[in-house]
C-alpha cells in the first residue's frame, strides 16, 4: 500500500491530534513503517524522548466493519457514546489487557501510554528490524514454545483472561521467544465467552500439528488444569 493511502486509510483529523498530543508528550516522534497493517489498525514504529524505539499502535476510526459490532465487542458488554469514543474504549480495553498480561509475566510488549485510540508499548526487535510473525520464522523450538504458549493461556485464564485471536499471526519470534501481541479480541473469561479460549487452545494444537509436533493437549484437559467450572 502506497503511504498515501496509509495515511488516508489511518490519519483523520482527530487521529492526527492525537499523534500530535503524543509527539508533545515525548512518547513518539516520527513515524515510521507501518510494520504491521490489518483491518481495524496499523502498527508503526518510532522513537521517544530518550531515543528508544517503540511501537505505536492506531485503531483506524473509519472501521466500517466494526460498526456491525463484532461478537467479541458485544460480549464486553454495552457500550455508551459515538462511534469514535467506541474506537478509544475499544482501545482502552485491549491496553489494560495487555497490560495484565504483561504485569503477570507474560512475554508481550511493555505498554507504555494509551491515548484515545492510539497505544504506545514496547518495541519487539532490534535496531529498527522488527521481529517477525512466528507464521513467517519458525527458527524456534517447537516443544519449548508450546509449553510456554500453552502456559501463557493457562496464566491468563487462571486471572479471567483470553486472547480471544491466538494463532502464529499474533505471535512474534523474538530471539527464539514467543512474544504474544495484538490483545484487541480479548475477552474476560465466563460461560459466554468459553468457546474463545476452546477456539485459542484449538488454534495453537492445529498450528503444533502442522509443525509436526506431536504431543499436544486436549482443550478438555488445558480447561481443568486451569480449574475453571461453570457457574451456571
Given at each position: 500500500?502506497?503511504?498515501?493511502?496509509?495515511?488516508?486509510?489511518?490519519?483523520?483529523?482527530?487521529?492526527?491530534?492525537?499523534?500530535?498530543?503524543?509527539?508533545?508528550?515525548?512518547?513518539?516522534?516520527?513515524?515510521?513503517?507501518?510494520?504491521?497493517?490489518?483491518?481495524?489498525?496499523?502498527?508503526?514504529?518510532?522513537?521517544?524522548?530518550?531515543?528508544?524505539?517503540?511501537?505505536?499502535?492506531?485503531?483506524?476510526?473509519?472501521?466500517?466493519?466494526?460498526?456491525?459490532?463484532?461478537?467479541?465487542?458485544?460480549?464486553?458488554?454495552?457500550?455508551?457514546?459515538?462511534?469514535?469514543?467506541?474506537?478509544?474504549?475499544?482501545?482502552?480495553?485491549?491496553?489494560?489487557?495487555?497490560?495484565?498480561?504483561?504485569?503477570?509475566?507474560?512475554?508481550?510488549?511493555?505498554?507504555?501510554?494509551c491515548y484515545e485510540n492510539i497505544i504506545v508499548m514496547q518495541f519487539i526487535g532490534s535496531d529498527d528490524n522488527p521481529s517477525k510473525l512466528a507464521v513467517k520464522d519458525r527458527d524456534f523450538d517447537a516443544e519449548k514454545w508450546y509449553g510456554l504458549i500453552i502456559?501463557?493461556?493457562?496464566?491468563?485464564?487462571?486471572?479471567?483472561?483470553?486472547?480471544?485471536?491466538?494463532?502464529?499471526?499474533?505471535?512474534?519470534?523474538?530471539?527464539?521467544?514467543?512474544?504474544?501481541?495484538?490483545?484487541?479480541?480479548?475477552?474476560?473469561?465466563?460461560?459466554?465467552?468459553?468457546?474463545?479460549?476452546?477456539?485459542?487452545?484449538?488454534?495453537?494444537?492445529?498450528?503444533?500439528?502442522?509443525?509436526?509436533?506431536?504431543?499436544?493437549?486436549?482443550?478438555?484437559?488445558?480447561?481443568?488444569?486451569?480449574?475453571?467450572?461453570?457457574?451456571?
Amino acid at each position: 500500500m502506497t503511504k498515501s493511502k496509509v495515511f488516508s486509510h489511518v490519519f483523520d483529523e482527530e487521529t492526527l491530534r492525537n499523534v500530535n498530543k503524543l509527539q508533545g508528550d515525548g512518547y513518539i516522534s516520527n513515524l515510521l513503517g507501518p510494520i504491521g497493517t490489518g483491518k481495524e489498525s496499523y502498527v508503526f514504529y518510532s522513537r521517544d524522548f530518550h531515543d528508544k524505539l517503540v511501537a505505536v499502535k492506531i485503531h483506524r476510526h473509519n472501521i466500517d466493519a466494526f460498526k456491525s459490532i463484532p461478537a467479541y465487542i458485544r460480549l464486553r458488554g454495552r457500550k455508551s457514546g459515538g462511534f469514535l469514543k467506541q474506537i478509544n474504549d475499544w482501545t482502552r480495553f485491549e491496553y489494560n489487557f495487555l497490560s495484565k498480561a504483561h504485569n503477570l509475566g507474560i512475554n508481550t510488549p511493555e505498554p507504555i501510554r494509551c491515548y484515545e485510540n492510539i497505544i504506545v508499548m514496547q518495541f519487539i526487535g532490534s535496531d529498527d528490524n522488527p521481529s517477525k510473525l512466528a507464521v513467517k520464522d519458525r527458527d524456534f523450538d517447537a516443544e519449548k514454545w508450546y509449553g510456554l504458549i500453552i502456559k501463557f493461556i493457562v496464566d491468563m485464564a487462571k486471572n479471567g483472561m483470553i486472547h480471544g485471536d491466538l494463532s502464529p499471526y499474533n505471535i512474534l519470534n523474538y530471539n527464539g521467544e514467543p512474544f504474544i501481541i495484538d490483545f484487541s479480541q480479548a475477552l474476560k473469561l465466563s460461560s459466554s465467552t468459553i468457546n474463545f479460549l476452546i477456539r485459542d487452545i484449538t488454534n495453537i494444537n492445529n498450528w503444533f500439528l502442522s509443525l509436526k509436533y506431536k504431543s499436544t493437549k486436549e482443550a478438555k484437559e488445558i480447561i481443568e488444569e486451569i480449574g475453571w467450572k461453570d457457574e451456571n
